[in-house]
């Protein structure tokens, strides 16, 4: 579907061979290359367009190698400007000094949110940790139900607690995620996963149920959950959790599509937080730690 940037920089490059130097105007083509594939990958054109100035910068006036075919040098840039967009963090966690530690999902509806919940909760056992879970999603029923099942499906500690049959609300909300958190330290567990109510827009109740959350709670981290294949939307979002609750991270999920994985960069970019882990099927252990390098190779093809 994609055309491979690396063949369609060997294009641009065509009449570069044996000039010796990368010139402003042997590369201007090349540049539109670039452009397009990182604007095909869903890298939102801010970060294009930043991106594109650098590898600019560094690419024009410098010796090509002898060693290296100009597309290669460029190919190289490239790669080094991408991976340094995504920094070179790897998924660590910040734990609170007294557990439980408070680790709050935060994503809308359908992100993949409970799913990566779970696949958290198994990646954190699988470290040697107690994790419990909770969802604090009192408006949805079915939403509850779900962290349940898969809750019991990697065998992991849920605190289901009870809804108060007067209604759902914020107070609701606090109610069940203070208990957990003291359900939590009772059973031993040094970390608390909330999984939070998802809506399918961004709106003030959300957020401030957000932040009450976090008040609340204290986390050590707000991993903010995105589908990857919604792409630009993802980077929308992103910002705007991160505006209201400043996330420690972001998981991407549905990476086992056929997203490119760009809106790592831009929503890296935006956030300044680090994509912690990709999400990359359906079952709890298609998981995986992010790593830059992956997702570079995967949007150069
Ligand atoms: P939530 O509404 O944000 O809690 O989303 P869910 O966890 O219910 O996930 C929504 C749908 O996406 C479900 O059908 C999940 O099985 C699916 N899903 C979640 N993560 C992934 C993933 O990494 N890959 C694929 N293929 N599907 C996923």
């Known amino acids: 579907m994609f055309e491979n940037l690396s063949e369609k920089l060997q294009r641009s490059f065509k009449n570069l061979r044996g000039e ?9 083509e090349a540049l539109r290359e670039i452009r397009l ?9 801010a970060v294009v367009d930043e991106l594109i100035e650098h590898i600019r910068t560094r690419a024009v006036g410098s010796q090509v190698a002898t060693a290296l075919s100009p597309t290669e040098q460029i190919v190289k840039i490239v790669h080094d400007e991408l991976v340094n967009v995504l920094g070179r963090d790897t998924a660590r966690f910040k734990f609170s000094s007294q557990p439980p530690s408070v680790i709050l999902m935060a994503g809308l509806q359908g992100s993949g949110k409970t799913t990566t919940t779970a696949k958290l909760a198994q990646w954190l056992k699988k470290g040697g940790h107690r994790p419990m879970l909770v969802s604090v999603d009192v408006y949805r029923p079915a939403a509850r139900e779900q962290l349940k099942v898969v809750a ?18 914020t107070d609701e909300v606090l109610r069940l995620a203070r208990e957990a958190k003291r359900e939590a330290a009772n059973y031993g567990c040094d970390i608390l996963i909330v999984d939070t109510a998802g809506r399918n827009h961004i709106d003030a109740e959300l957020m401030d149920e957000m932040a009450a959350l976090k008040k609340l709670l204290n986390p050590s981290e707000i991993l903010f959950v995105a589908d990857a294949m919604t792409g630009q939307d993802a980077v929308n979002s992103a910002k705007a959790f991160n505006d209201h609750l400043t996330i420690t991270g972001a998981i991407l999920t549905k990476m086992d599509g056929d997203a490119r994985g760009g809106a790592a960069l831009s929503i890296r970019h935006v956030t300044g937080a680090p994509i912690k882990f990709l999400g990359t099927g359906e079952k709890p252990d298609a998981f995986e730690a992010f790593h830059p390098d992956r997702i570079v190779g995967r949007i150069m093809g």
Not at 153 to 164: K, P
């Open 152 to 169: 019991q499906s990697i065998s992991a500690q849920l605190y289901e607690g009870h809804l108060d049959v007067k209604g759902a609300g």
């Open 20 to 28: 010796g130097t990368i010139s402003d105007e042997n590369i201007s």
């Open 37 to 45: 594939a990182l604007l095909e990958s869903d890298v939102n054109l």
